[in-house]
């Protein structure tokens, strides 16, 4: 995130939390932006509902998540069915199409969700 931040220039604008993806609050109407950068497809699906809950409830109304994310298709693409199969025999979690994270993030509170490529979503509180 540090080294995303510092490319895109964002570095004094960037506030880094750490904490417990999986448990912590993230605070109320706090945060202009977000990012889930390559892990929603290690949680299982109730763990994603849980962290799209709190990241909905974290940002100010108008506030974007952006979600980096393998995702499957119809078509199984190599690199989504290795990890489903590396995820599910680890923890349970999968590569998720984008009609799974768009009713997830829906279901989170989120609206205007946007599939910009095979692995780029994002959505508007």
Do not use: C
């Not at 977000?34 to 763990?47: C, D, E, K, R, S």
């Amino acid at each position: 995130a540090r080294d995303l931040a510092g490319r895109l220039g964002l570095d004094g604008r960037v506030r880094y939390l750490p904490a417990d993806l999986l448990s912590d609050d993230f605070g109320a109407s706090a945060y202009d932006a977000a990012m889930l950068g390559l892990i929603t497809y290690i949680l299982t699906p109730g763990q994603n509902r849980s962290v799209l809950r709190r990241a909905a409830r974290a940002l100010k109304p108008g506030g974007v998540l952006v979600i980096d994310a393998i995702m499957s298709t119809d078509r199984p693409r190599e690199w989504a069915s290795r990890a489903t199969l590396l995820m599910r025999t680890w923890n349970g979690g999968a590569a998720h199409a984008f009609e799974q994270y768009r009713a997830w993030l829906l279901e989170a509170g989120f609206r205007e969700v946007t599939r910009h490529n095979e692995q780029l979503l994002s959505a508007v509180r």
